[in-house]
Structure formats: structure tokens, C-alpha cells
């Protein structure tokens, strides 16, 4: 990464950025970004509010607690705990959430890093794919 025109950091592309940029249509990439150090929503995009079922604002500075069942929760802290462990993980990893507003729905995600817990700036930024099927209760 370095500093371009302006001040503004370019990066370059690499194969985690190949792998996973043409994953989806651009109009469908779900983008979800978190504060690592306090697990509350920094960022989610058009295509990942329609998949959750919630706007922006419901999302944004609130932690997956207070948004999602306790089965729901306890799942993406599960899956943030990997991440701090392993520091990025860009093969899918396929799970059945509870969605508060879809139903039962089972996603792939795709994470990584941005900093470190040292640094002023630590965010996890999720790639998520809705597989679009419901799952009964006892899934």
C-alpha cells in the first residue's frame, strides 16, 4: 500500500483481492465493516442492508448482540475470535444464521483485517453471500 495523489493510500491489487473481487456482481457484493476492538458496526452497504433486512442507520455503531438472536450472536463472535486468531480468512466459510428479518438463511463469508490492535484503526471487513435458502426450524 502506498500514498497517492491527494495523500489518499492506493493499494495494489493482490490474489486475496482477485479471489475475491469477481466472487459476486458488483451490484450484489455484500460489504460489512466492523470496529475489531469494540465488535460494533462501522459500515454496511445497499446490497448487505437488503440481505439482513435492515437499514444503515439500524446497524451502524450497534454490535451483532444487540441485533441478532443470542444463536445469531454468539455465532459472529465465535467467527470474529477466529479472525483475531488467524488474521484474515478468504476461503468462504459457509453458515445457517438466524436472520432477525429473513428467516433462517444459510451465508458464506469471507473476511479480513485492516490493522492491528496496536494501531489506531482495526476494522474487519466482511464479504458475505446470501446462498437464498430458507431453512426449516430444525436446521
Known amino acids: ?6 495523500g489518499c493510500y492506493r493499494t495494489t491489487p493482490t490474489r486475496a483481492h482477485a479471489r475475491t473481487h469477481g466472487a459476486l456482481p458488483e451490484r450484489d457484493r455484500r460489504i460489512i465493516a466492523k470496529d475489531a476492538r469494540n465488535l460494533r458496526y462501522l459500515f454496511i452497504n445497499k446490497a448487505a442492508e437488503k440481505q439482513i433486512g435492515m437499514s444503515r442507520a439500524e446497524i451502524v455503531g450497534k454490535t451483532a448482540r444487540e441485533l441478532f438472536s443470542k444463536e445469531t450472536a454468539d455465532l459472529i463472535e465465535q467467527r470474529d475470535k477466529q479472525l483475531l486468531a488467524q488474521q484474515q480468512q478468504l476461503e468462504p466459510i459457509t453458515d445457517t444464521i438466524n436472520n432477525p428479518i429473513r428467516g433462517r438463511r ?14 489506531d484503526s482495526h476494522i474487519f471487513v466482511t464479504m458475505v453471500e446470501d446462498h437464498g435458502k430458507e431453512m426449516g426450524a430444525a436446521a
Open 106 to 119: 444459510q451465508v458464506s463469508w469471507r473476511r479480513l483485517q485492516i490493522g492491528g490492535a496496536e494501531e
Open 1 to 6: 500500500m502506498g500514498v497517492g495523489a491527494g
